[in-house]
């Protein structure tokens, strides 16, 4: 009797745990931007004649994963266990991307990589760090990146912006992190969009 009595009650423990851990797993969080063109910056709405399409989002390795990047000193970096992206950074980035220049109008046409037609230019992203940083009992978000416009006819990059950012965060949550992540990408890209709408002589082809 006091053996069932001892198994039943190792029974409950363990799945006592396992409920535990379960209740305690995986907040998901989105790097995402809803196109409210009413917050830009250039209202000109002029048009680049041709395609553009939008490249896959290059990401170092140690970034591009569900799980939340966190460096608490200059060559050490953790995963957080049960707080993760929704999707991978690459992917919610591009999309931010994509409506933010569908909204833009900076373009006759964009689209997503691998359409059938041909472009007249490519958007790139290159993302070096996107984390977590925490200092001290400070929570910091990290934020570095590159964006391009290519020519696509000969390969040529014909204009690029390069941010490293890092903005402080009111609490020690995840959630504002990945708030404070949207509104750099979409600040930056809106940075390059005055760039671009004050250098269009140099796209090809020629604006109507």
């Given at each position: 009797?006091?053996?069932?009595l001892?198994i039943s009650?190792?029974?409950?423990?363990?799945?006592s745990?396992?409920?535990?851990e379960?209740a305690?797993i995986?907040?998901?969080y989105t790097?995402e931007?809803t196109?409210d063109?009413?917050e830009?910056?250039?209202?000109?709405?002029?048009l680049i004649?041709?395609?553009?399409e939008?490249?896959?989002?290059?990401?170092?390795?140690l970034y591009?994963?569900?799980?939340?990047?966190?460096?608490?000193?200059?060559?050490?970096v953790?995963?957080?266990?049960?707080?993760q992206?929704?999707i991978?950074p690459?992917?919610a980035?591009m999309e931010?991307?994509?409506t933010y220049l569908?909204g833009?109008g900076?373009?006759e046409?964009v689209?997503a990589?691998?359409?059938?037609a041909?472009?007249?230019?490519r958007?790139?992203t290159?993302i070096?760090?996107?984390?977590?940083i925490?200092?001290k009992n400070?929570?910091?978000?990290?934020?570095n990146?590159?964006?391009?416009?290519?020519?696509?006819?000969?390969?040529?990059?014909?204009?690029?912006?390069r941010?490293d950012?890092t903005?402080?965060?009111?609490?020690k949550e995840l959630?504002?992190?990945?708030s404070?992540?949207s509104?750099m990408l979409?600040s930056?890209?809106?940075?390059?969009e005055?760039m671009?709408r004050?250098?269009?002589?140099?796209?090809?082809p020629?604006i109507?």
């Open positions: 009797m006091k053996s069932i001892s009650l190792g029974l409950m423990i363990l799945l745990g396992c409920l535990s379960k305690a995986n907040r998901h790097i931007w196109d063109r009413k830009a910056e250039a209202p000109d709405t002029s004649g041709g395609l553009c939008i490249d896959q989002v290059e990401i170092s390795p591009e994963k569900t799980q939340i990047v966190n460096r608490s000193d200059s060559h050490e953790t995963y957080y266990r049960y707080h992206w929704a991978r690459s992917v980035v931010v991307i994509r569908e833009a900076l373009f046409n689209s990589r691998f359409s059938r041909i472009p007249d230019y958007f790139t290159t070096r760090q996107l984390e977590v925490e200092n400070q929570f910091l978000a990290h934020l990146l590159e964006f391009r416009i290519i020519n696509n006819a000969d390969g040529s990059t014909l204009l690029e912006h941010a950012r903005e402080s965060l009111d609490k959630n504002l992190f990945a404070a992540v509104h979409v930056e890209l809106r940075t390059f005055v671009i004050n250098q269009m002589g140099d796209f090809i020629e109507p």
